[in-house]
Structure formats: structure tokens, C-alpha cells
């Protein structure tokens, strides 16, 4: 159900890989109410990103639910910017965090859909 992916210019070491996946699953499985047995997380270190024209650290952060209340997207964009300025050291500035709630019947897992 949630995915959660993290695109970050940064390298980051892979315990703190490690550490950032569990506590980004433990945050969205949270926040979206949602069993963290169906939390999905990536993170993608060493991306050639650039933002307002630099390549200073930054960060491209996608997180995708069924049923994803809109009302929580400000806490969600505040958390998980937060989660990268502790990890990473993410100047929140940095980071875009697109949301995306998506229809049940578009979701598939286990060879069907929600």
C-alpha cells in the first residue's frame, strides 16, 4: 500500500541506509494508519539531482497510499523532511515531497488489485 521513496544526491552509508528505511516504514505505516507489513521504502543515494540550479544536498521524496487524507499531507511533508535533516543532514529547503493518493482498483499486489 504506501510506498515511500527517497531520491537523495547525498551518499549515505549503508547503515544509515539502513537506519533511515526502518524509521521512514515506521513513520509512514504511523501516520497513514496503515500495517507496516504492507509499508514499501526506497531509498536512492548518489542521484545526479540538481536544485534552483545547484548540487548541493537535496532531496526528491515520494510517497504514494491508498487513501492518503489530504488533511495530513502538511504533518507528512514536515515529518519526513525532518527524518532527512536528522539522517542526512537535509536542509528542509531542500526537499520536495510529493503525495499521491491512489483509487483502490489501480493498486495491485499479490496478482489482484485493492
Known amino acids: 500500500m504506501p510506498v515511500l521513496k527517497?531520491?537523495?544526491n547525498v551518499t549515505v552509508s549503508a547503515a544509515s541506509k539502513t537506519e533511515v528505511l526502518?524509521?521512514?516504514?515506521?513513520?509512514?505505516?504511523?501516520?497513514l494508519?496503515?500495517?507496516?507489513?504492507?509499508?514499501m521504502v526506497s531509498v536512492s543515494d548518489g542521484a545526479a539531482l540538481?536544485?534552483?540550479g545547484n548540487d548541493q544536498?537535496?532531496?526528491?521524496?515520494?510517497?504514494?497510499?491508498?487513501?492518503?487524507p489530504e488533511e495530513r499531507a502538511p504533518r507528512?511533508?514536515?515529518?519526513?523532511?525532518g527524518l532527512l535533516k536528522e539522517s542526512f543532514g537535509l536542509d528542509p529547503r531542500r526537499v520536495y515531497v510529493r503525495m499521491?493518493?491512489?483509487?483502490?482498483?489501480?493498486?495491485?499486489w499479490n496478482g489482484e488489485v485493492f
Open 6 to 8: 527517497i531520491t537523495t
Open 22 to 31: 526502518k524509521a521512514a516504514s515506521r513513520l509512514a505505516a504511523k501516520e
Open 33 to 39: 494508519d496503515k500495517p507496516e507489513g504492507y509499508v
Open 50 to 52: 540538481l536544485f534552483g
Open 57 to 68: 544536498p537535496c532531496a526528491f521524496v515520494e510517497l504514494f497510499s491508498l487513501g492518503l
Open 76 to 81: 507528512l511533508s514536515a515529518m519526513l523532511s
Open 100 to 108: 499521491s493518493d491512489h483509487p483502490a482498483h489501480l493498486w495491485g
